[in-house]
T-cell receptor, first 113, second 115 residues
Framework: KAGVTQTPRYLIKTRGQQVTLSCSPI?????VSWYQQTPGQGLQFLFE???????NKGNFPGRFSGRQFSNSRSEMNVSTLELGDSALYLC????????????FGEGSWLTVV | GNSVTQMEGPVTLSEEAFLTINCTYT??????LFWYVQYPGEGLQLLLK?????DKGSNKGFEATYRKETTSFHLEKGSVQVSDSAVYFC??????????????FGKGTHLIIQP
């Protein structure tokens, strides 16, 4: 079956703009989480959604937000982009919000100029 | 809070050499432990996992044993191949059994295998 799908794969934005990234989880998976990967900070947890509710949030400013739809698809949004937001954003899904393995997508590469 | 420490490398080995990548963790309770692998330009792939003390996870010739007494989850492979060149991440999940509750990752170990 299809894996976790993220769109777009690559994008370039200007400082101050906003961006929306999309994630389609594996069919049947209801939990979606997002991670930011940078060379300096490594992989950091952003937030987790289950059944359209945010269950957990990492230590990121309010410019980072997300949501999950009734079909489990998720979007994350970053407003007022800063140069430091340039990163690989990874989406992951699992069957439920506990006791299941997490599967990652290939990520969305965001460059802020 | 939870934390994971692993050697960052790069670790350079010759083909068919024995591989060990050390991973130690700090966590409350009984975390689940994972190794993920990332090939160039790709996302993370689950390599193996262990959900309780003394469990051994294994996959594709790699294995790791959950050692609660030493809070470690070292990754080993008896004979590496050039195709094993990648970045390897050790991670833990604070929720018993794993799940999307926010994995805590190590910094990653860049492994280079030379023919």
């Amino acid at each position: 079956k299809a894996g976790v799908t993220q769109t777009p794969r690559y994008l370039i934005k200007t400082r101050g703009q906003q961006v929306t990234l999309s994630c389609s989880p594996i069919s049947g998976h209801r939990s979606v989480s997002w991670y930011q990967q940078t060379p300096g900070q490594g992989l950091q947890f952003l937030f987790e959604y289950f059944s359209e509710t945010q269950r957990n949030k990492g230590n990121f400013p309010g410019r980072f937000s997300g949501r999950q739809f009734s079909n489990s698809r998720s979007e994350m949004n970053v407003s007022t982009l800063e140069l430091g937001d340039s990163a690989l954003y990874l989406c992951a899904s699992s069957l439920t919000d506990s006791g299941n393995t997490i599967y990652f997508g290939e990520g969305s590469w965001l460059t802020v100029v | 809070g939870n934390s994971v420490t692993q050697m960052e490398g790069p670790v350079t080995l010759s083909e068919e050499a024995f591989l060990t990548i050390n991973c130690t963790y700090t966590a409350t309770g009984y975390p689940s432990l994972f190794w993920y692998v990332q090939y160039p330009g790709e996302g993370l792939q689950l390599l193996l996992k262990a959900t309780k003390a003394d469990d051994k996870g294994s996959n594709k010739g790699f294995e790791a044993t959950y050692r609660k007494e030493t809070t470690s989850f070292h990754l080993e492979k008896g004979s590496v191949q050039v195709s094993d060149s990648a970045v390897y991440f050790c991670a833990l999940s604070g929720r018993s059994g794993g799940g999307a509750d926010g994995l805590t990752f190590g910094k990653g170990t860049h492994l280079i295998i030379q023919p």
